[in-house]
Nanobody
């Protein structure tokens, strides 16, 4: 079984920063991509950023230049970070970690429980 544990959400003022973390654990053979999505009230879940096993990174236009995704490549550690800077009220949402990975010979898609990010003065 695979588990994703997110942390780092909370309240920030406009212009402030927060750092989200997501740790994937379990019977993971390899990871194809680690991603962050967000869902604001009344809106659909949207991709914020992704990083593949080869280091290819994608950002949504709304966060380019303000958010940075990175991955911890330490041995036996599957962790992805999202450094969020120059936060805006419209960044308020529940942020979800998503991982595309292999468990033995089966490919799977896993979601974290979500962490609330609120940007308000």
């Amino acid at each position: 079984q695979v588990e994703l544990v997110e942390s780092g959400g909370g309240l920030a003022q406009p212009g402030g920063s927060l750092r989200l973390s997501c740790i994937a654990s379990g019977s993971i053979a390899s990871i194809n991509a680690m991603e962050w999505y967000r869902q604001a009230p009344g809106k659909q879940r949207e991709l914020v950023s992704s990083i593949t096993r080869y280091g290819t990174i994608v950002y949504a236009d709304a966060v380019k230049g303000r958010f940075t995704i990175s991955r911890d490549h330490a041995l036996n550690t599957n962790t992805v970070y999202l450094q969020m800077s120059t936060l805006k009220p419209e960044d308020t949402a529940v942020y979800y970690c998503h991982v595309d990975l292999w468990v033995s010979d089966r490919r799977g898609s896993y979601w974290g429980q979500g962490t609330q990010v609120t940007v308000a003065s």
